[in-house]
């Protein structure tokens, strides 16, 4: 039945292996290293003075609320460059039921003509 | 027989009826005060859970269970000396009570969930009515052992969630969705149906094991198999046949979205019931006597890794240029379902035909299959908690902002900060992130898949990345950035959603840290179950196999 020595037992994937426990120790490590080598760097940093302003090649900083990037806007590069991609996408999905049905059928035509064919082989 | 065993022999019964009757009373129950009615409602499910842990033990120790509706082991025998149950038969092995833990967990939860988040709303009688109906189907579904029973659950599945996705019936967009989820899953049902019609008019039988025992290959066979396929497929989300679920999980009320996953997970378990145990002669045999089946089986894996790689680069894409939060996370759910595919497409494509001295003596599965099947087992549960936390997080916000548009966020780090935890391991989990649950199924999947085709693998580590990117986008314009003066007053959200989605980032961080207990002792006994058909066969048809 129930088998408790399956808690730390590492996790083999045929050709890998994962061990959750031995990934968060070495994680711990790095942490612990990355903070040490924090607490060696400068401590001249002076909160609410102008080092803390944000330089935007000169140009005034818009209010706060409207210094935020929004969702539509992230990735903006990544999906102009593949606009043709996510056309071809957006254009797939009418919204449309009968559609919708269209797809299945489709699919289903799809899967009796290479079943059939492979079958009768 | 003392009252424990009593009721562990009925549980298989029981763990349908118990939600069923608590749906029906709950009109009643909701005259007296909505306390009460939740009480009743929490305690009814618990106890359908405890049926469950009950009927989980009996399955896990003593192997796969029998109930016969309606009298005792009423066998008939035919004239050829085939055997078989004339009533319906729940049959339940490893992989059933796999499916069934699951829908329990997320119906408590997704109630849990409910209590606070659906408070101002009318008509909750019939929103719980309705909800434990929806949870009846899919447990059903998932214990029964008729091929008709099992679309009589499917078409209960179907009414309750057409009416649970237009709950919020004041939308007309959620009116729209409904009416999308109704006519796509009707017409799904339909050839359900008739694929049932061919098989009965072949073996004059519903069964499944007396089915799966006698089951040819012919070309009605062949037809039947389409048909099921493509309608379960379709169900649970497979490109192109998809685009019902990003507008009827977009528009429901997120606990609804979170308990309808478990019904979606249903159909892709008919999907595995059904290529596994039911054609189990075809494409889990390694008899001689199948040679010539080897090939229909590769070519049935190829197709579905096709249909999955596509099912998973149109999800992560999609999810990439939504605005809205819920829709985008249903896209997401679209190619986390591509991933589950994947690993039964990797399962079938590797199965080969052994060769001496020019000759075939055997036929043999590659050992990386049973790793693949076992990833996209235990890649369910995953997908279930990963995208259920994230669709609960979508509502939290949604509670506290009424606003779903990404465009419209940002900054609700400030006042939501149990939500942004919640959110940051949801988003870590469904990445395949690790230590994460979802890094654990994600990785037996890749490799597998890697030996099998490299190409495919990478193809699908490269998704998951994208994956992390959407969501990524997501944590920085909802939660991130400065705070917006329209938010300044919001508030974390109440008590029992934190507790709800909360108990789902601790069974995410158990699973994720301790993967082999899970896998172990559910996922590839479930495994076993689904590749070892002839004892599901033999359990119904003794002597038979």
Redesign the interface.
């Known amino acids: 039945?129930?088998?408790l020595d399956?808690?730390?037992?590492?996790?083999k994937?045929?050709?890998?292996f994962?061990n959750?426990?031995v990934?968060?120790i070495i994680i711990a490590i790095a942490f612990l290293l990355i903070y040490v080598l924090r607490s060696l760097g400068k401590k001249e940093y002076k909160e609410k003075t102008e080092q803390t302003q944000s330089f935007l090649s000169g140009n005034p900083e818009y209010e706060?609320?409207q210094?935020?990037?929004?969702?539509?806007n992230?990735?903006w590069g990544?999906?102009e460059a593949l606009k043709w991609?996510?056309n071809v996408?957006?254009k797939?999905?009418t919204?449309n039921?009968s559609?919708?049905?269209l797809?299945?059928i489709?699919?289903?035509g799809f899967?009796?003509i290479?079943?059939?064919l492979?079958?009768a082989? | 027989m003392n009252w424990f065993e009593i009721i562990t022999m009925h549980s298989p019964a029981l763990i349908v009826a118990v939600p069923l009757l608590t749906g029906f009373l709950t009109p009643l129950v909701s005259r007296i005060n909505s306390t009460v009615r939740n009480l009743f409602v929490i305690i009814m499910l618990s106890i359908t859970g405890f049926l469950i842990a009950l009927l989980g033990y009996d399955v896990l120790t003593n192997g796969i269970r029998t109930y016969v509706f309606g009298g005792g082991n009423t066998v008939v025998t035919l004239p050829s000396g085939l055997m078989f149950h004339v009533r319906i038969i729940f049959e339940v092995d490893v992989m059933n009570v796999f499916m069934i833990f699951i829908t329990i967990i997320l119906a408590i939860i997704g109630i849990v969930y409910s209590f606070s988040f659906m408070k101002k709303e009318d008509g909750l009688d019939k929103y719980y009515t309705i909800v434990l109906l929806l949870i009846t189907s899919t447990l059903g579904m998932e214990l029964t052992g008729d091929l008709f029973n099992f679309f009589v659950f499917l078409e209960i599945s179907c009414i309750t969630s057409c009416a649970l996705i237009a709950f919020w019936v004041h939308k007309g967009e959620a009116l729209e969705a409904a009416f999308k989820y109704i006519v796509v899953s009707s017409i799904g049902a339909l050839f359900f149906l008739f694929a049932l019609g061919l098989l009965y008019a072949q073996y004059n039988a519903l069964n499944m094991a007396t089915i799966a025992n006698s089951i040819q290959f012919s070309i009605i066979d062949q037809a039947a198999l389409i048909l099921i396929i493509a309608a379960l497929a379709m169900k649970a989300g497979l490109v192109p046949m998809h685009m019902w679920l990003p507008d009827s999980y977009g528009e429901a009320p997120p606990s609804i979205t979170f308990i309808l996953i478990a019904a979606t997970q249903a159909s892709l378990y008919g999907a595995f019931r059904v290529l596994f145990t039911l054609y189990g002669n075809v494409f889990n045999s390694v008899n001689l006597a199948s040679l010539s089946l080897v090939l229909t089986t590769n070519t049935m894996g190829w197709i579905i890794i096709t249909l999955a790689i596509i099912t998973i680069l149109v999800g992560v894409f999609m999810a990439l240029i939504q605005t809205d939060f819920k829709r985008l996370i249903a896209f997401a759910a679209v190619a986390e379902i591509g991933y589950i595919f994947l690993g039964i497409g990797v399962r079938l494509a590797s199965k080969y035909v052994q060769y001496t001295g020019g000759s075939a003596t055997g036929i043999a599965f590659t050992e990386y299959s049973s790793i693949a099947l076992n990833g996209s087992i235990f890649h369910i549960i995953n997908d279930c908690l990963d995208i259920g936390l994230l669709f609960l997080v979508a509502g939290a916000i949604y509670y506290a902002t009424k606003e779903t548009s990404l465009d419209k966020m940002g900054g609700l780090a400030r006042n939501l900060k149990y939500t942004t935890i919640f959110f940051v391991i949801g988003l870590l989990a469904v990445s395949g992130m690790p230590p994460f649950n979802g890094f654990a199924s994600k990785l037996m999947l890749y490799e597998s898949t890697f030996q099998l085709n490299p190409i495919i693998a990478i193809i699908a580590v490269l998704a998951s990345i994208m994956l992390l990117a959407v969501f990524v986008k997501v944590f920085y314009s909802v939660f991130m950035g400065p705070e917006q003066p329209k938010f300044k007053e919001v508030k974390e959200v109440p008590k029992t959603m934190l507790i709800a989605m909360g108990a789902i980032v601790v069974i995410i961080i158990i699973f994720g840290l301790f993967p082999n207990l899970v896998i172990n002792n559910l996922v590839a006994p479930a495994a076993n179950a689904l590749t070892n058909y002839t004892t599901y066969i033999s359990k119904v048809i003794p002597g038979v196999i």
């Not at chain 1, 994937?13 to 890998?16: A, E, M």
């Not at chain 1, 210094?67 to 539509?72: A, D, E, F, Q, V």
Request: hydrophobic fraction near 55%; proline fraction near 2%; glycine fraction near 10%.
């Open positions: 039945m129930f088998s399956s808690f730390f037992e590492t996790l994937t045929g050709s890998g994962w959750p426990l990934w968060i706060k609320e210094m935020h990037i929004k969702g539509s992230v990735y990544f999906t991609a996510f996408l957006r797939m999905h919204g039921a559609d919708y049905v797809w299945f489709i699919v289903m899967l009796f290479v079943v059939f492979t079958g082989l």
